[in-house]
């Protein structure tokens, strides 16, 4: 009885934490060739997986697309998706496994089952049944972390910063305006009739900071007395840029 219960909180706290993790997620990368398959995409099954994952709310890629900087720079802002066969003499069955950078499994699938005969029909089915099933896909909603950003493996190490190495930058001459969205705010020009985009800052638990990104640059929007700071590293150096935000807070 014991070990019932133990391995039922066991399962419990995987669930628990695949699911937390998962939020944590923007991206995902699709292999354009599964283990099991003898050609790249064949049965359509890699398309297949991009188009669910972003169905699920993923930017999701196969490894042969063109992928933008701030997906490839950080290995650590994305989901690896693997879909394994596991197929009977009269059965086609896949299961759909989402890792992290580590290569750890955060969660699998329930079975995919066809009994279609024709080989691209049954592998489409047996995809399609492990995706609808696949409940803490439907449950994923992206919020944005240190780690989503790209910012993991980057610590502050406060030994090896000097005065010399910290220096102040002033990006912006004019005022940025603060659009809101649910999970912070898109800061932007008022130029002319048509306001620029510059950059994207994130909630964080204090109000006087924001997990910033500006372009390819990820870093931190902190409240310095009355004046607002975007924060980063750049070539091993801390770099404070003073940025104008009229409407913040």
């Given amino acids: 009885m014991k070990k019932r219960i133990a ?23 699709i292999p354009s060739k599964f283990s099991f398959q003898k050609e790249k995409n064949q049965y ?39 879909v394994i066969a596991n197929n009977g003499l009269f059965t086609t069955k896949l299961k759909i496994q989402l890792k992290d950078c580590k290569n750890t499994i955060l969660y699998t699938s329930p079975e995919g089952i066809s009994r279609a005969k024709e080989f691209k029909v049954a592998y489409n089915e047996a995809l399609r049944m492990a995706f609808n099933n696949f409940d803490v896909l439907k449950e994923h909603k992206f919020q944005p972390s240190s780690k989503s950003l790209g910012i993991i493996g980057k610590p502050y190490i406060q030994e090896s910063i000097s005065k010399e190495s910290f220096k102040t930058e002033v990006s912006f001459s004019e005022p940025l305006f603060a659009k809101p969205f649910e999970h912070g705010f898109q800061l932007l020009t008022n130029n002319t009739n048509i306001p620029q985009y510059v950059m994207t800052i994130f909630k964080t638990s204090s109000p006087d900071s924001y997990i910033a990104s500006k372009g390819d640059v990820s870093g931190m929007l902190i409240r310095k007395g009355m004046g607002w700071y975007f924060e980063y590293y750049k070539d091993n150096k801390l770099v404070s840029e003073l940025i104008s935000i009229v409407n913040l807070n």
Avoid: R
Wanted: aromatic share 24%; with cysteine; glycine share 2%.
């Fill in 7 to 29: 391995f039922f909180l066991f399962f419990i706290c995987q669930t628990f934490f695949a699911q937390e993790s998962l939020n944590e997620y923007q991206y995902a990368l």
């Fill in 44 to 82: 359509q099954l890699n398309t297949l997986s991009k188009l669910f994952m972003e169905k699920f709310g993923f930017v999701a890629y196969l490894d042969t697309e063109n992928l933008p900087k701030d997906f490839v720079d950080f290995n650590c802002n994305k989901i690896y998706v693997d």
